[in-house]
T-cell receptor, first 110, second 115 residues
Framework: EDQVTQSPEALRLQEGESSSLNCSYT??????LFWYRQDPGKGPEFLFT???AGEEKEKERLKATLTKKESFLHITAPKPEDSATYLC???????????FGIGTKLQVIP | GAVVSQHPSWVICKSGTSVKIECRSL??????MFWYRQFPKQSLMLMAT?????????EQGVEKDKFLINHASLTLSTLTVTSAHPEDSSFYIC???????????FGSGTQLSVL
C-alpha cells in the first residue's frame, strides 16, 4: 500500500525566512509525485508534478525536488500570501490511484 | 489551466435528507472524475471514481447506496449523499483528469454540515 508522510505538520515562518517542507513516500513504482496548495475551505491547487529522481521544478518562490524516497518543497523568502496547507501526493498505479499526505500547514508572519 | 467547477460551496441540511453536489469540467471533457472526502486535519481520501456512461467504482469502505454517483455526460458528475447523518459532515471535493494526463484539477469543494 502506498504511503505518504509529510513533515512538519505545521510550520511558522517570518516573512523572508526560507525553509523546506518534506514529503517521504513508499510506493511500488512511482509514476508521479504532485505538490498542491490548499487554502482553507478551498480545493487543492496544482503546483508541480515530478516524475523521476533528480528532477527539479520552480515556480516563483517555490522549488520542488525529488529523490527516490522523498521530495522537498523549498520556499525562498516567503511572503504572507504563501500561507496555506501544502499537500504532497503520489501516483503509482492506475491514474486514479493518487494517495495524499496529510499536508503541512504553513503560516508566514509579516 | 483546466477548470473544474463544483456546486454548491456549502450546504446545511437536516439529518435524513439527501444532498446533491455537482462537479463540472468547464473547458475539457472528462471521461473520469474523482470524488474525495476530507475530514478536518486529515488528508484527502478517495471515495469513488466516476466513469462517464458506466457505474462508478467505489473505494473499500464507501457505501455505494449512500453515496450515489452519476456521470451522465463528459462534463458533469454528481454525488448524492442519501439520508445524510451528522457523521457525513465533511468537505467533499471532486477532481478530473484532462485526457490521460495524471495531473488532477480540483473543484473548490463543498462543505456539508448535517444537523
Amino acid at each position: 500500500e502506498d504511503q505518504v508522510t509529510q513533515s512538519p505538520e505545521a510550520l511558522r515562518l517570518q516573512e523572508g525566512e526560507s525553509s523546506s517542507l518534506n514529503c517521504s513516500y513508499t510506493v511500488s513504482g512511482l509514476r508521479g509525485l504532485f505538490w498542491y496548495r490548499q487554502d482553507p475551505g478551498k480545493g487543492p491547487e496544482f503546483l508541480f508534478t515530478l516524475y523521476s529522481a533528480g528532477e527539479e521544478k520552480e515556480k516563483e518562490r517555490l522549488k520542488a525536488t525529488l529523490t527516490k524516497k522523498e521530495s522537498f518543497l523549498h520556499i525562498t523568502a516567503p511572503k504572507p500570501e504563501d500561507s496555506a496547507t501544502y499537500l504532497c501526493a503520489v501516483n503509482s498505479g492506475g491514474y486514479q490511484k493518487v494517495t495524499f499526505g496529510i499536508g503541512t500547514k504553513l503560516q508566514v508572519i509579516p | 489551466g483546466a477548470v473544474v467547477s463544483q456546486h454548491p460551496s456549502w450546504v446545511i441540511c437536516k439529518s435524513g435528507t439527501s444532498v446533491k453536489i455537482e462537479c463540472r469540467s468547464l473547458d475539457f471533457q472528462a471521461t473520469t472524475m474523482f470524488w474525495y472526502r476530507q475530514f478536518p486535519k486529515q488528508s484527502l481520501m478517495l471515495m469513488a471514481t466516476s466513469n462517464e456512461g458506466s457505474k462508478a467504482t467505489y473505494e473499500q469502505g464507501v457505501e455505494k447506496d449512500k453515496f450515489l454517483i452519476n456521470h451522465a455526460s463528459l462534463t458533469l458528475s454528481t454525488l448524492t449523499v442519501t439520508s445524510a447523518h451528522p457523521e457525513d459532515s465533511s468537505f467533499y471535493i471532486c477532481s478530473a483528469n484532462r485526457d490521460q494526463n495524471e495531473k488532477l484539477f480540483f473543484g473548490s469543494g463543498t462543505q456539508l454540515s448535517v444537523l
